[in-house]
């Protein structure tokens, strides 16, 4: 085969791959199945790494299809399969288009920095705490930036064509929910994105060589790669083009060596050599100069022994968290059906906010500092904007890293978040002296009933029933807080089962017709 045309089948894999997961953060219509959304985010390297501890199943395989090809091959997850890396090169792209002077040069890899943050990721996610990977992690920071930044943006678009498109009586589009903007959260990923558009501008592939886990990950696999781009140095021409197109800096041209584990394998040095002074080389073969360091073994107890303190101390703050006193409702965050605890929930999502994109009633939003700093930006249910559909369990079979868990809906719909509270002193029958009863007509459990109250009817609420869906509190009327708002469980519980009362039948038949 041509080496040559691997950059060309590079581009159009890494276009296709940045064009099916961005349509999967603004699949507004819920058109993509469960199923396929699955097998396309279990290669996401970090994410199915993650879910694969929690359960073995589809993530398991994806993430073994990922390691195996770095194996063979090198970082082409880097280069071809990851959303943000292929954000990266197209501002790499737009910035050679823009001064075509441009050149790459050599830089000596940071591994010790990289490979540090990578460990206090990991110290941290064994400790309870995901804060790097939600700050650092590539998938995630794609969905946010896509659900953040450009969904506003589609929503809006797509609510202004249904509305004009409504007057000449053309009903094929419909609006959809429009949530409302908060200024922290969207912030935060045009704040990451400018990062990124800055260091790729300026610095090519730096972020993946070294602040991105997954990047670090798959550079450790790639140092045993069982076949790597090397030097050929009896037809190099010592041009140094491949040093100048190099994105991830790791071409040598002068001492014609390749450092290996920082290629991110985007190909660009085989296609713009004149020659054939690049070529694929099995490990075990003549290397033709080609080098891959050895890993200091003094450096990295350093840096595990520096780690451990830190993971204790993350360890410690969480572990009193959770089992100290509840925390006041504001406080104290309602989190997914399938997502067993806010420990649970805290402890494995890495805040992709692919399950709030997926999400049919929107009901799941963006959080920042809700679940602390070791949770930032983990979404949780927003009930003053919408509430979880009781037939509903989505948000379960798209989550990538087994924060949210998969259940049948059977028993979704026993799945207890939280418990509804009932202030009665801000009723509208109290306050007001007028019928209400939207929570009750809103709740799916029949939870909350109606009681006779004076000349009135009252909520009351039956805890064993709810199951914390938050319908009751968003229907609420009240202003500026609700008299009926659910409480969350930290742990998830079992209700009961909603009695249904079967119509009582007449026990005496007319015989004749009354007219």
């Not at 602390?372 to 037939?391: K, L, T």
């Not at 909520?459 to 229907?475: F, K, L, M, T, W």
């Not at 249904?500 to 007449?506: A, G, R």
């Amino acid at each position: 085969m041509d080496l040559k045309r691997l950059k060309g089948i590079r581009v159009g894999v890494s276009l296709l791959f940045l064009g099916v997961f961005g349509f999967l953060f603004l699949d507004v219509g819920n058109i993509v199945p469960p199923a396929l959304t699955n097998v396309l985010v279990s290669l996401q390297i970090v994410p199915a790494l993650t879910k694969s501890i929690v359960s073995v199943g589809i993530w398991s395989g994806g993430a073994a299809v990922v390691l195996l090809l770095t194996l063979a091959f090198g970082r082409v997850y880097c280069s071809s399969i990851c959303p943000l890396g292929t954000l990266q090169d197209v501002v790499i792209r737009f910035a050679q288009k823009w001064n075509r002077r441009r050149r790459f040069r050599f830089t000596p890899p940071r591994y010790v920095l990289h490979y540090a943050l990578l460990g206090l990721a990991l110290a941290l996610f064994l400790a309870g705490s995901l804060v790097l990977l939600n700050l650092l992690e590539p998938f995630s920071n794609f969905g946010r930036m896509i659900q953040g930044i450009v969904r506003p943006v589609v929503v809006g678009a797509n609510n202004g064509i249904a509305e004009v498109t409504g007057w000449f009586g053309f009903y094929g589009l419909y609006r959809i929910p429009f949530r409302p903007i908060d200024p922290v959260i969207v912030a935060m990923p045009v704040l990451f994105l400018g990062l990124l558009a800055y260091l790729s501008y300026n610095h090519g592939r730096l972020f993946c060589n070294l602040l991105c886990p997954a990047g670090a990950l798959l550079g450790l696999v790639s140092r045993v790669s069982l076949f790597r781009i090397v030097v050929d140095k009896s037809t190099c021409m010592e041009c140094g083009l491949c040093e100048r197109v190099c994105k991830a800096g790791c071409i040598d041209s002068d001492n014609m060596k390749i450092e290996f584990s920082a290629c991110v394998s985007c190909f660009n040095c085989i296609k713009a050599c004149p020659t054939i002074g690049l070529k694929y080389e099995g490990l075990f073969g003549k290397r033709s100069g080609s080098i891959v360091p050895g890993a200091d073994e003094g450096r990295r107890r350093i840096i595990l022994g520096s780690l451990a303190p830190i993971a204790l101390l993350a360890g410690t703050s969480i572990d009193s968290v959770s089992k100290g006193p509840v925390r006041k409702r504001e406080e104290h965050p309602v989190t997914p059906p399938g997502s067993q605890s806010i420990l649970h929930f805290s402890g494995h999502c890495t805040a992709c906010h692919l399950c709030v994109s997926q999400c049919p009633t929107q009901v799941l939003s963006p959080s920042f500092l809700d679940y602390g700093i070791g949770g930032i930006f983990q979404p949780r249910m927003d009930y003053h904007a919408s509430y979880c559909n009781y037939d509903c369990n989505i948000c379960g079979t798209v989550c990538p890293t087994g924060a949210i868990l998969a259940v049948p809906l059977a028993d979704k719909r026993l799945i207890q978040m939280g418990k509804a509270q009932f202030v009665k002193d801000d009723c509208i029958v109290i306050t007001k002296k007028t019928d209400c009863g939207a929570c009750s007509e809103h709740c799916p459990t029949k939870a909350v009933y109606m009681i006779p109250h004076e000349k009135l009817f009252l909520p009351e609420v039956n805890n064993d029933i709810c199951v914390g869906c938050g319908a009751c509190e968003h229907s609420c009327p009240t202003k500026p807080r609700k008299a009926i708002y659910v409480e969350s469980n930290p742990l998830h519980l079992k209700a009961q089962k909603p009695q249904i009362k079967k119509l009582e039948q007449p026990t005496e038949k007319a015989t004749d017709f009354p007219f």
